[in-house]
């Protein structure tokens, strides 16, 4: 938990563009997962051992908690490869790693290594949380609670005192936004029996958001299930009722999301910490919780919903297979130079046209994602209002740019 006494705010890294991203926008810690033994597997472009130090070295500089994920079924085979990982983490100064399978606990335990306990273990009661606080200071509670049960938890922990091995008492996470699976705190088999691909192994083949017709085998009449996609739901969305979310009790907030891009990360990052921080400053209002909305909307989502904080028995379903983003980014083109003395980028045009006043989006592994709307430019060493592919365009920039960086369009969808 922050210092400060707030809620944690953890963000999601499937790559170092979309950590800085979280680390720019004000989240108080990330979680990353390296190579295969973590549930987004095939979902991101997945750190690799030699990324930990980085990663705790960026993180510390703006006093931000790391996680590592290694929270999937683990095979015997798997057992080398877990000490190894968590060995590596420990070394780098990871501060804790999410873990649902007992040799994994264990080992992390056997070597003094913080662990926190993952939804994949369907925490849903305070002798479940006693148990697991013989081995974490950290318990991530069942996806389908109400936020009345999760209070029962929290206060049942400061009533009875339960403390984690560090001799705290133990913090309660519970998921804030992103994408949610049909399947119990996300153990879902329909992947593996249909692709050989197991969820459970983080390689899921995202079978609930697609479209399905209904067949009657008597008759071969077939139903084609209108308007909604009956196994995929919306997504979580908690920003509307944070004061409740707040007042349950929990101690972390995990935004779901390392298989979408820096851009995503950058404005749900900004807009849930906005109203974290305007929550404790008791400035948290409709109005506010209007405008942030509004910005969630505009990035990748499916529609949003409550889950089952609120009370609700049955899922809300997303009526499209793909975003309901109100915006989308194009590729412009990618970064050639830049001069620090004058603070001027220079970029390749190579696919969109872009023109003064155009919002625009620069991402990079090192420049996280940072948005702008193009004023003053020169095409060609040309002062210009538009510039085409094949251009070479420069810009002031209030931020370094490099080889590596890309340049979008931000457009209405």
Known sequence: M????RIELMAP?????????????????IYFGV???NMRARATVNFVLDDLPEIARRCNEKNVRTYLTLNTIIYDHDLSIVK?????????GITAVIASDQAVIMTARTMGMEVHISTQLNVTNIETVKFYAMFADTIVLSREL????????????????????????????????????MAVSGKCYL???SHNSS??????????????TVIDQESGFEIEIDNEYMMSPKDLCTLDFLDQVIDSGIKVLKIEGRGRAADYVATVIKTYREAIDSYYEGTFT???????????????????WSGYYLGQKLGEWSDNPGSNATQKKVYVGKGMHYFPKSSIAEFKIEAYDIKKGDKILITGPSTGAQELILEDFFVNDVNSEKATKGDSCTLKVPFRIRLSDKMYKIVEN
């Not at 922050?2 to 006494?5: D, K, L, M």
């Open 286 to 304: 409709k109005e506010k919780i209007n405008i942030w909305m509004e910005a969630l909307a505009t990035v990748y989502n499916r529609g949003f």
């Open 191 to 193: 992947s593996l029996h």
């Open 146 to 181: 109400s936020l009345r049960q999760v209070k029962k938890i929290t206060d049942d922990i400061e009533k009875e005192q339960i403390k984690g091995p560090s001799g705290n008492l133990v913090e309660i996470e519970i998921f804030g936004h992103g994408a949610l699976c």
């Open 84 to 92: 190894t990982l968590l060995t590596k983490a420990k070394e780098a």
């Open 13 to 29: 890294a499937g790559n170092f563009e979309s950590m800085q991203a979280a680390l720019d926008n004000g989240c108080d810690s």
């Open 199 to 212: 969820a459970n192994r983080g390689a899921c083949k995202q079978n609930c958001r697609k479209k399905y």
């Open 35 to 37: 190579e295969q033994l």
């Open 2 to 5: 922050t210092t400060s006494g």
